[in-house]
């Protein structure tokens, strides 16, 4: 499948900005669709992921961005958003989306997804 990703930008600290994913040659209801993020000279981090809606539409969120960053989907389209709120200059980062096959283990294992969209930057200055 083909992932893209759209929606970056620069922001000031405390604002938002909503990323988009659009993922094609996939059944969106049965994969799971990942953001991950890399800032420059940092490790890749898993930041949300979120299941098909035949396995529940779970999502989970990492540490660094829980109750700030939101997962939805577009009903009828192959579409995830990730919705950041309250940015500080610490999620400044290249961000990702990735689509993997369902499990209720891999989570933000960035091993297991197997396309990936070429990244959006994001900018959250002070």
């Known amino acids: 499948g083909q992932v893209t990703e759209s929606g970056g930008g620069v922001v000031q600290t405390g604002g938002s900005l909503r990323l988009s994913c659009t993922a094609s040659g996939v059944d969106f209801d049965d994969v799971a669709m990942g953001w991950f993020r890399q800032a420059p000279g940092k490790a890749r981090e898993g930041v949300a992921c979120?299941?098909?809606?035949?396995?529940?539409?779970?999502?989970f969120y990492a540490d660094s961005v829980k109750g700030r960053f939101t997962l939805a989907r577009e009903p009828g389209k192959n579409t995830v958003y990730l919705q950041m709120n309250t940015l500080n200059p610490d999620d400044t980062a290249v961000y990702y989306c990735?689509?993997?096959?369902?499990?209720?283990?891999?989570?933000?294992?960035?091993?297991?997804?197997?396309?990936w969209g070429k990244g959006t930057q994001v900018t959250v200055s002070s």
């Open positions: 979120i299941n098909g809606k035949a396995h529940g539409g779970s999502y």
């Open positions: 990735a689509v993997r096959p369902w499990s209720a283990l891999w989570r933000l294992d960035p091993e297991k997804y197997t396309s």
